[in-house]
């Protein structure tokens, strides 16, 4: 009860992933709080992905 779920996928490269993202996607067409790649409290690089749905991804991978 009250856990925050979303689809998430471990990637080998975070950085490139999202990297690609940006290249491949039209301004605009994704965006999120959490966009950019960072490191978190808890150990992994991640970033988010809202598709215009309002969909979110996690792409992250362990530190």
């Known amino acids: 009860m ?5 689809p998430a996928r471990l990637v ?5 992933l999202h990297a ?3 290249a ?3 301004p605009g067409a994704w965006s999120g709080p ?4 960072g490191d978190t409290p808890w ?3 991640e970033f988010h992905l809202r598709d215009p749905g309002g969909n ?3 792409f992250y991978r362990p530190r």
Do not use: H, I, S, Y
């Not at 080998?12 to 490139?16: F, K, L, P, T």
């Open 12 to 16: 080998e490269d975070v950085d490139a």
């Open 2 to 6: 009250g856990r925050w779920r979303r």
């Open 56 to 58: 979110v991804l996690q």
């Open 20 to 22: 690609e993202f940006a």
């Open 43 to 45: 150990g992994t690089r």
């Open 24 to 26: 491949a996607l039209e």
């Open 34 to 37: 959490w966009a950019k790649p």
